[in-house]
């Protein structure tokens, strides 16, 4: 005769637990930085003119219900305020440079860096644009407090990097 064992409720619990961290720490996250400054870090107006300089200029974006953002401009550059902090760029020269942190390991774009940075890197994964030819797309997920439909965008011509840019939609 057979002997059954049954399994009882703690040990259920603790197979389930460590399915789910398993998974958990199985996916990998990755930070964006523009100038050396984290993506979502706290951002006030002095803060931003001490790291980055004096705007050009700036506008405000509202979404006309409870969100309003402060775009600034330096150049042909733009950094974007939410909520007192840095929620977005677009990065058109090689005044700032982006990091890209996956794994513990660091990756730096620069405008003007030459396409073939992606083709040594296989945790950045990039992706060509449909109706875009010269425009790549890398895919952000899981990065942590986005919507799900953000992403970091790199455009290219002729085989260099023209611009970088992360934007929250409005």
């Given at each position: 005769?057979?002997?059954?064992?049954?399994?009882?409720?703690?040990?259920?619990?603790a197979v389930i637990c460590l399915f789910l961290s398993?998974?958990?720490?199985?996916?990998?996250?990755?930070?964006?930085?523009?100038?050396?400054?984290?993506?979502?870090?706290?951002?006030?107006?002095?803060?931003?003119?001490?790291?980055?300089?004096?705007p050009d200029s700036y506008y405000v974006a509202d979404?006309?219900?409870?969100?309003?953002?402060?775009?600034?401009?330096?150049?042909?550059?733009?950094?974007?305020?939410?909520?007192?902090?840095?929620?977005?760029?677009?990065?058109?020269?090689?005044?700032?440079?982006?990091?890209?942190?996956?794994?513990?390991?660091?990756?730096?774009?620069?405008?003007?860096?030459?396409?073939?940075?992606?083709?040594?890197?296989?945790?950045?994964?990039?992706?060509?644009?449909?109706?875009?030819?010269?425009?790549f797309w890398i895919i952000d997920d899981p990065l942590?407090?986005?919507?799900?439909?953000?992403?970091?965008?790199?455009?290219?011509?002729?085989?260099?990097?023209?611009?970088?840019?992360?934007?929250?939609?409005?």
């Amino acid at each position: 005769m057979m002997k059954m064992k049954t399994l009882n409720i703690s040990s259920f619990i603790a197979v389930i637990c460590l399915f789910l961290s398993y998974n958990l720490s199985a996916q990998e996250s990755y930070k964006l930085a523009v100038n050396g400054i984290e993506l979502y870090s706290e951002m006030s107006y002095d803060d931003m003119a001490a790291k980055f300089g004096l705007p050009d200029s700036y506008y405000v974006a509202d979404d006309g219900l409870v969100s309003f953002s402060n775009v600034y401009f330096y150049g042909n550059n733009t950094l974007t305020i939410e909520d007192g902090k840095l929620c977005g760029f677009s990065v058109a020269d090689d005044r700032w440079g982006i990091s890209i942190s996956v794994s513990g390991i660091v990756y730096n774009l620069f405008s003007g860096d030459s396409i073939t940075i992606f083709e040594d890197h296989e945790k950045l994964k990039l992706l060509e644009h449909p109706r875009l030819p010269e425009t790549f797309w890398i895919i952000d997920d899981p990065l942590p407090n986005n919507p799900p439909d953000t992403y970091l965008m790199v455009e290219c011509s002729n085989g260099k990097i023209v611009s970088i840019s992360y934007n929250e939609p409005l």
